[in-house]
């Protein structure tokens, strides 16, 4: 299994990023994949969750409204699309997959800040 984020970097506060994980290894379709992120200081959260073949999505309550996930199973890749960005988005965002074990990439990091 391979997760490979992209898309991240510094944006201005309510700017946008889209978040790409490009994922390998595995039957992409089969699964449901999640974005998580951690901020200094602080514990690893779920930010979002879309189901296999993106039936069901389910977000944090504070990116609600603002982030979408998305998947392409063509291109085997999951997406995140963060608009009205605040400081307190700013971390390390990571791509998940739960097949047994916890399958990690490597982050990208999103700076929020003017």
């Known amino acids: 299994v391979q997760l490979v984020e992209s898309g991240g970097g510094l944006v201005q506060p309510g700017g946008s990023l889209r978040l790409s994980c490009a994922a390998s290894?595995?039957?992409?379709?089969?699964?449901?994949m999640r974005w998580y992120r951690q901020a200094p200081g602080k514990g690893r959260e779920m930010v979002a969750l879309?189901?296999?073949?993106?039936?069901?999505?389910n977000y944090a309550d504070s990116v609600k409204g603002r982030f979408t996930i998305s998947r392409d199973d063509a291109k085997n890749t999951v997406y995140l699309q963060m608009n009205s960005l605040k400081p307190e988005d700013t971390a390390v965002y990571y791509c998940?997959?739960?097949?047994?074990?916890?399958?990690w990439g490597q982050g990208t990091q999103v700076t929020v800040s003017s």
């Open positions: 879309i189901t296999s073949a993106g039936g069901s999505t």
């Open positions: 998940m997959l739960r097949r047994g074990f916890d399958y």
């Open positions: 290894g595995f039957t992409f379709s089969s699964y449901a």
